[in-house]
């Protein structure tokens, strides 16, 4: 994965924000952002951003043969979650979890995370990631 520093930077805040759409024909919530919804092709869709939802896990896969750049991050999750409210799906990293502990249905919230550096540009990338909702003692 590897991005120019201006197209990173037009792009941070679509990464940052989790910019999505959602249609006002059919309802859906799409991420990423689409100008044409891929449930009904309606082009009558507006900006939604996911960043303030929880989301449930709904499937996940473990990578133990982690890529180059990564042999210090692995295992590597890679999950699909849905967001609460929206409903939207969205293909993530699932980071500070057990994998004893990982499951279908648990509740993450998403968090902003250094996911490695152009070793040419010095560039850090940072993804949103998900990690577990953290019980609070006593609640
Ligand atoms: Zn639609």
Known sequence: MRYSIPR?????????????????????VLYPYTSVCRVCGSRNVVEV????????LLTYTVIYTAGEGFEQKRPVVIGIVETLESKARIL?????????????GIILEPVLRRAGEDGETGLIHYLIMYRPVLEKAGS
């Open 8 to 28: 990173f930077w037009r792009e941070r805040l679509n990464y940052y924000r989790l910019k999505a759409a959602k249609c006002l024909d059919c309802g859906r």
């Open 49 to 56: 951003e996911l960043i303030n939802e929880k989301a449930r």
């Open 92 to 104: 993530a990293r699932i980071t500070d979890v057990d994998i004893e502990e990982l499951k279908t």
